[in-house]
Each structure stands twice: as structure tokens, then as C-alpha cells.
């Protein structure tokens, strides 16, 4: 779109200054303003588009490494608790064990 809008504001531009006795503040007969004009709004808004795009992966990557660390610590809490509780039920199994004579 701003391709586009910039395309119609450099016809606009020739348009306008293509008559050739208007003081010659717009030289436009011969491309160059339309070309540069074309060119500046390409680069505006291949400029635009890279940042939208580098935005979107920045913020994608942030998320995608937040939820891994998440995960990644949830998993380690998981087996933190399961190997206290296995600690602690081995301690009571035994504990239980040997005050019933089992062992």
C-alpha cells in the first residue's frame, strides 16, 4: 500500500509539473523526480516492512524462549519434587520396615 500510494503521488507529481513553463521547479518530464520518488517510497517501505517483520521475530523468538524456560522449569520442579517424594516414601518404606521387623 505505501508502494502503491507513493506510485500514485509521483504521477500526481509528474502530472503536475509536465508543463515545462511553470518555472521548472518540478522537473519532471524527464523521470528523475518520479524515479527518485519511486525509489524513496520502495526503500520506505521495504524499510517498514523489515521492521514489521524483524518485530514480529524478535517477539515471536521472546515467546517461543519464555515458554521453553517455563517449560524447562516446570520439568525441573517436576522432578525435584518426585525425587524428594521418592526420598521421603523410601525413608518412610524403610523406616516402616524395620519397626515392623522386615528387615
Known amino acids: 500500500m505505501v508502494v502503491l500510494v507513493g506510485m500514485e503521488v509521483a504521477m500526481v507529481f509528474c502530472d503536475g509539473g509536465c508543463g515545462g513553463d511553470d518555472g521548472g521547479d518540478v522537473h519532471c518530464c524527464d523521470g528523475e523526480v518520479v524515479m527518485v520518488l519511486k525509489a524513496m517510497v ?3 517501505g521495504m524499510e517498514v516492512v523489515m521492521m514489521v517483520v524483524v518485530i514480529v521475530t524478535v517477539v515471536v523468538v521472546m515467546m517461543v524462549v519464555t515458554v521453553v524456560i517455563v517449560l524447562l522449569v ?3 520442579l517436576l522432578v525435584m519434587v518426585v525425587a524428594m517424594l521418592m526420598v521421603v516414601f523410601k525413608k518412610c518404606a524403610v523406616i516402616m520396615l524395620v519397626m515392623s521387623g522386615w528387615w
Do not use: E, K
Open 74 to 76: 516446570v520439568m525441573v
Open 42 to 44: 520502495v526503500v520506505m
